[in-house]
């Protein structure tokens, strides 16, 4: 007999990953959030992750009660694992999520941590949780597992079942068991880590790479405009050895690639290594948006704007192209700075929902009607959406076009 499913937390991660287990699976979808559960009852998904037809053919139950997960056998956790204002991991969601699932765990169950950590988190911070509020013993009563989400939201190619997937388990028996469990879904297949704490690390290293590459060539971005060099011509030119790796400049946000590192030195640092390299990396790429905003400043006083009161649109607030997530987006930074200037700042995106821009960076959208981008003196193209690349932006010689995506036969500045 197969085991009842629960996934808890229903986001970019969670909810592709609960759709491909109800194909095989009794799945109950579990979330806090009340109104997310109500629209994908009515089979709608925000995060466009998901079509509505397969929301609705699907066989979950989308709860909010614990009630109707008491009865499951696996518990798999996918909650965000941000970093509060000090950059330091912020563990309230995934420990909630614990306390929530150790008191309905059981003799027997399993619980299975996708959500990126540092290494040792599951079994030193949310084992204790379960154990507290189940009163059972950790592999004795119930197990664990930590097979790390890899999911890349927008992406229609490099869906959930097409990427490979790390696994492991508390225990020998148990760590075949996880692996089992997401062979009979994941089409790509699996990789069975021989340890929790190496599942862990292996995620959390993966985009801290990704992280200091982007900083790299950032980094020589800054020192290629000194010199008066396209950077970009330069990254051509390298990029015909077979060997040189194709990263380009750009600003780094998103739930992942901005917030991973952060974990991995936040544990290094209680270990009394402070990391140089990694936070080194972090520190240029959260600087680019500064670095952005000044360009585009020095382009203006050349073509001699007057900086204070000058309008300028900047296209896109989502942290990634033809993709609704807005969480940890850097062009924030690009549009502050640039209001710390003096500037009168539009932002237009219409693959981001206006309110959650409100609620998290305290920014109104224009709408498409209300932009004539004539009347601006400077465009910024700040996200690559499909409906940008054709855009005919350049409107007169005095207009400033700073193109950060690299994505316009013609612009004034780039990355």
């Known amino acids: 007999m197969r085991k009842k499913l629960t996934i808890i937390g229903l986001g970019y991660v969670g909810l ?4 491909e287990f109800a194909k095989k699976y009794e799945v109950v979808g579990f979330d806090i959030n009340q109104k997310r559960v109500d629209e994908l ?3 709608k998904d925000f995060t466009l992750e998901v079509e509505e037809k397969a929301l609705k053919e699907s066989t979950i139950t989308f709860s909010t009660d614990l009630n109707d997960i008491k009865d499951s056998q696996i518990y798999i956790v996918t909650v965000p694992t941000p970093i509060d204002e000090h950059k330091k991991p912020d563990l309230r969601p995934l420990l909630g999520a614990s306390k929530s699932v150790g008191s309905v765990l059981k003799k027997g169950d399993i619980v299975i941590y996708e959500s990126t ?52 388990g508390s225990t020998l028996e148990i760590a075949k068991e996880v692996d089992d469990l997401y062979s009979s879904i994941i089409t790509a297949g699996t990789y069975l880590a021989s340890n929790i704490k190496v599942a862990e690390a292996a995620k959390v290293i993966e985009n801290s790479q990704r992280d200091i590459n982007i900083a790299f060539v950032n980094e020589l971005a800054m020192i290629f405009e000194k010199m008066d060099i396209d950077t970009n011509e330069v990254l051509k030119a390298a ?3 077979w060997n040189f790796l194709p990263f380009k400049p750009g600003l780094v946000g998103g739930h992942c690639i901005g917030v991973d590192p952060y974990y991995l030195t936040y544990k290094a640092e209680s270990l009394g290594y402070y990391p140089q390299v990694i936070l080194g990396g972090r520190r240029i790429n959260d ?16 073509k001699g704007h007057t900086i ?4 300028v649109l900047v296209l896109g607030i989502t942290f990634k192209e033809n993709c609704p997530d807005i969480r940890n987006s850097r062009v924030i930074d690009v549009v502050e700075e640039l209001q710390d200037f003096g500037c009168n700042v539009d932002v237009y995106d219409s693959w981001a929902n206006a309110e959650e821009v409100k609620h998290e960076y305290n920014l109104d959208l224009i709408q498409h009607s209300k932009i004539n981008i004539k009347n601006y003196d400077t465009v910024v193209l700040a996200v690559a959406h499909d409906q940008f ?10 207009q400033v076009v700073y193109d950060i995506k690299n994505i316009l036969d013609k612009a004034d500045g780039r990355l």
């Open 239 to 241: 990029g015909t050895k």
């Open 117 to 168: 950590v540092y290494p040792g988190c599951t079994e030193e911070d949310c084992v204790p949780v379960l154990e507290k509020e189940s009163g059972l013993k950790y592999n004795e009563d119930f197990f664990c597992g930590y097979s790390p989400e890899r999911i890349n939201p927008g992406d229609k190619e490099h869906t959930v079942t097409k990427i490979l997937k790390v696994t492991s």
């Open 16 to 19: 592709p990953l609960a759709i």
């Open 308 to 311: 204070e009161g000058s309008k």
């Open 41 to 43: 009852k009515e089979g």
């Open 287 to 302: 600087g680019m948006g500064q670095f952005v905003a000044n360009k585009v400043i020095k382009l203006m006083i050349k």
């Open 389 to 398: 690349k054709e855009l005919n932006i350049n409107t007169s010689e005095n």
